[in-house]
């Protein structure tokens, strides 16, 4: 369970698009935060060809029963994770870009300090310790960033 967080298998070759009638369509809203700032998170659950999908967005999801739509995503523990989707019925989509960028940034600010703990300790062992846990995070960051990116994309060039 613990090497599947650190090491999930998913990689850009693994996004890809499913498209298809949308069927058993759930929907749930998860709120988190607190006085000062509120995240809000819109997810829906539905089938595509018998393929359980987990799509998950920043902004209220335009999908209803029946609707014709392609979601951008990869399997994970045999559900269709998605978040980006073209809905053919309405014609609207939303593909995740701001996400794609935060983790970017994060990736940057691990490096920044990994850098910075180098230069400032002297390359101590502890410190060479820090550091490689610190561009470890750095990369899951910028791996998670490029997935994202990678279905917004597929999304965007191969559908619309």
Excluded: W
């Amino acid at each position: 369970m613990f090497r599947k967080l650190l090491f999930p298998r998913v990689t850009l070759a693994n996004v890809s698009i499913l498209r298809g009638k949308v069927s058993n369509l759930k929907y749930m809203t998860h709120v988190s935060g607190g006085k000062e700032s509120v995240d809000t998170s819109y997810i829906a659950t539905f089938e595509i060809n018998s393929q359980s999908i987990i799509l998950s967005c920043s902004e209220p999801i335009l999908i209803d029963m029946d609707d014709e739509v392609a979601v951008a995503g990869y399997i994970s523990q045999g559900i269709f994770r998605s978040t980006a989707y073209y809905n053919f019925s309405k014609k609207v989509y939303h593909a995740s870009r701001v996400s794609c960028l935060v983790f970017y940034i994060f990736a940057l600010l691990f490096l920044g300090l990994t850098a910075i703990l180098l230069i400032a300790s002297s390359a101590s062992f502890l410190a060479i310790l820090i550091s490689g846990v610190l561009a470890f995070v750095s990369y899951r960051f910028y791996h998670a960033g490029r997935v994202l990116f990678e279905a917004s994309h597929l999304i965007i060039k191969k559908v619309l």
